[in-house]
């Protein structure tokens, strides 16, 4: 539940890193495949207040399957 003071800028590079890939529209994915829809949201949520980072709630390949999808207008937010 305290994952807004366990995401730091580094543990989100090694997500990106490990769990991440590049989506056609310029975007990134984040798979959370491991985790519920309402935890997916919480992610989100963290990524917006503490990053400013806009996501958004994508399915992935299996229909029971979620990613986050990092909007491209916040990709820049990523390379500061």
Not at 62 to 72: F, G, L, S
Request: hydrophobic share 35%; net charge positive; charged share 30%.
């Amino acid at each position: 539940m305290d994952i807004y003071d366990r995401l730091t800028p580094v543990s989100l590079a090694h997500w990106i890193k490990g769990d991440g890939s590049r989506h056609r529209e310029l975007g990134l994915k984040l798979h959370t495949d491991s985790f519920t829809p309402q935890d997916i949201v919480r992610l989100m949520n963290c990524l917006l207040l503490k990053f400013n980072i806009k996501s958004s709630l994508m399915k992935g390949s299996r229909k029971d399957q979620w990613v986050i999808y990092i909007k491209r207008e916040s990709m820049s937010t990523l390379t500061k």
